[in-house]
């Protein structure tokens, strides 16, 4: 998959890469599945392989801004909202949906990411901390995911080993 720009994300070195005509540009460090990596619907573990950006959600709305089924809820995320929903698997700032594009090891049935609602987006920051603990999704840091959004297309090519 030749392109002028795609990203790189490694589960093992816990990084996403912008990667533009073959140098590496800009990196952050993210946080992939605490289960490891994986297809199957229901697994809550990160897909391999290449993806593309299906749709960018949230580019009108305030950074930490919380997201429930990718609408934004109106609430802005602080420590005391996180107190008051302990449980909550926290999608802030921005969302960038992820779509499978290899025929039967990520796209549709059982194995579909985008049908398993795989995001690059926002978290509380300090759940950053060099670790696999997401259900599936990549995390990122509120400031980074924004500065990601605003560099990239719908249509981007994501590639996650």
Known sequence: MNSDIFLHISIQLQQLEININSKI??????STAKNGNGEIKGSERTPCGWHQIRAKIGESEPINSVFVARRATG??????LEKNFPN?????TRILWLDGLEI??????????ASRYIYIHGCPDHLITGQPESHGC???KNADVLDLFNRVPVGTKVFID
């Open 88 to 92: 909550r698997d926290w999608i802030l």
């Open 138 to 140: 990549i995390r990122m």
């Open 75 to 80: 609430e802005i995320y602080n420590l005391e």
């Open 104 to 113: 039967g090891r990520n796209r549709y049935g059982k194995v579909h990411t």
């Open 25 to 30: 540009t800009k990196s952050y460090p993210v």
